[in-house]
């Protein structure tokens, strides 16, 4: 299901939402004796900016994600065997 953004109207408040294409939120989740929002508080949807990327771009972002992995592991084990190595027991 996608996600959807909404802000109440009345105390400002945006809730990120799952529901199907169909549904539609209206009311103000946040109505209750401690809340400024009335019982007609409405709600707006917040338009958002979908990134749609090519199957070569995510091939490449994928395996540049894993690669960054890879070196920043190989750097903490490097950092640890120095570490270990000049290890001594305190006295």
Known sequence: ???YI????????AYEIRHSFEENIDTCL????DSECSIAA???RIPQHINYLTKQEKKMQVGQVVN???ESTKQEI????EEMIN???KK
């Open 87 to 89: 290890w001594s027991p």
């Open 6 to 13: 909404y802000q109440c109207l009345e105390c400002g408040h």
């Open 1 to 3: 299901m996608p996600k």
């Open 68 to 70: 960054d992995h890879i």
């Open 78 to 81: 490097k950092e640890y065997k």
């Open 42 to 44: 409405k709600l707006e």
């Open 30 to 33: 946040q109505i209750n004796e």
